[in-house]
């Protein structure tokens, strides 16, 4: 695991990105022989991009602007853009301990993919806020009955895995239907139908982290994923 590519959405993401990077940069430099974020700005109406392009000078950062707005669009953008072998992503806030990230990253050497989950079983202590807690509730059940996926956080900001998987998941498979805050959920279905081993890994959320859910995504969200279960 001598080389990570690390990849950054960032919608608007201005107030939060910089320190995030550095952070980001601190944890994983030392790690990896070879490193490199890509900040993929989706449709940044704000500073996000100049503030990025400015770090370029000081930290291996690639910044890449796209006009879709969308999560998935982002992480799908950066993985085809990623040289390393081992890839996965963080969300521009910076919202998990990246000492237990990056032993989470660790696990790679057992299993091919290795992701996040905010929730402990028997835990209903709530971490985010009622829309995104809505959301992975939402997501749980939609994953669970519809894609029989078994695990606790569809939606966690934090999955890594090897090169190999994203190259039979994506450049080997149909082109992606969810390409917004579904994006987990598609990719994790692909991942399983695979067989595809994964680690989930539970690590708690920092409290009042930036977010740019909103609820006026779930109706297409919801369409995205009915058309993903009746056409796979």
């Not at 989950?117 to 939402?138: C, D, F, H, M």
């Amino acid at each position: 695991m001598n080389g990570l590519s690390l990849i950054i959405p960032a919608h608007n993401s201005g107030r939060v990105i910089e320190n995030s990077l550095y952070r980001y940069y601190e944890a994983f430099s030392k790690k990896f022989k070879y490193f490199e974020m890509i900040v993929i700005c989706n449709d940044c109406i704000d500073n996000t991009v100049s503030i990025c392009k400015n770090l370029e000078k000081k930290l291996p950062i690639r910044t890449i602007e796209i006009p879709q707005r969308g999560k998935g669009y982002a992480l799908i953008h950066g993985f085809n853009e990623a040289r390393f072998d081992i890839m996965g992503f963080l969300d521009a806030d910076n919202p998990f301990d990246l000492k237990k990230i990056s032993v989470m990253i660790d696990r790679l050497d057992r299993v091919h993919i290795a992701i996040v989950s905010k929730y402990l079983k028997g835990n209903k202590k709530r971490q985010e806020s009622i829309s995104r807690r809505l959301v992975s509730l939402a997501s749980s059940v939609v994953s669970k009955f519809f894609f029989n996926l078994p695990f606790a956080d569809t939606q966690a900001g934090a999955k890594f895995f090897r090169k190999e998987v994203w190259d039979k998941i994506n450049k080997n498979q149909k082109e992606f239907i969810c390409k917004g805050f579904d994006w987990d959920i598609e990719f994790l279905y692909r991942v399983r139908k695979n067989r595809f081993r994964v680690l989930e890994m539970y690590i708690s959320v920092a409290y009042g982290k930036f977010s740019t859910f909103r609820l006026k995504y779930l109706p297409g969200i919801l369409k995205r994923l009915l058309k993903l279960r009746f056409l796979r």
